[in-house]
């Protein structure tokens, strides 16, 4: 039997990003994000969902483009922080020592340490409730030579980190179980 559990934000598991910015200073920052997933295929976009309050908010609405960077385990404690500390307070690439890299696409930075990265146009914004939908069209993927595998990113590579939302825990990635849209054939 299962335990209703009420109206929460769980789905296991969920990403963590970092999205990067400019400010009104074109100073560069980031935030770490929980609530983020693709969205569409056709053009590829994807979904960040951030509260007004946060720097990270004001930056995009102002510039129309944000990155999202995938970091890899290895900055689990960089991560964290970006999370923690405000942009409005800190100059959080200087705190981590992590390296800001100018897009080529869009007026948004990069973060050069982290293995994968997503250049996106600000396409639309959805008013929720307490969090806003930003819906990036992304104009190009990049991805460390390191990471690729036949010139596709490998999961165990770029060795992402997962969020447990509500318990507010990080994870690494699991076992590969096998490939999409194959293993059901044999049902």
Not at 53 to 67: H, K, L, P, Q
Not at 73 to 101: M, N, Q, W
């Amino acid at each position: 039997m299962k335990q209703s559990l009420g109206a929460k934000t769980i789905l296991y598991p969920t990403p963590v990003v970092v999205v990067g910015t400019y400010d009104k200073q074109k100073k560069p920052n980031m935030m770490t994000v929980g609530w983020v997933g693709i969205c569409c295929s056709k053009p590829p976009c994807v979904a960040v969902s951030l509260r007004k309050a946060t720097y990270t908010y004001s930056n995009i609405v102002e510039r129309g483009a944000f990155t999202v960077n995938v970091p890899s385990e290895r900055y689990i404690k960089e991560t964290d922080y970006v999370g923690i500390a405000s942009g409005k307070k800190v100059e959080k690439f200087s705190a981590t020592k992590l390296t800001p890299v100018k897009s080529d696409l869009v007026d948004a930075p990069y973060v050069n340490e982290f293995p994968l990265v997503l250049e996106c146009k600000l396409l639309h914004t959805i008013e929720i409730g307490l969090h806003t939908q930003f819906i990036g069209e992304i104009l190009d993927a990049k991805a460390d030579d390191s990471v690729l595998e036949k010139g596709v990113p490998d999961m165990k590579k770029v060795n992402p980190i997962l969020l447990v939302p509500e318990a507010w825990l990080y994870y690494g990635v699991g076992n590969y179980l096998g490939k999409a849209f194959s293993l059901g054939k044999k049902i």
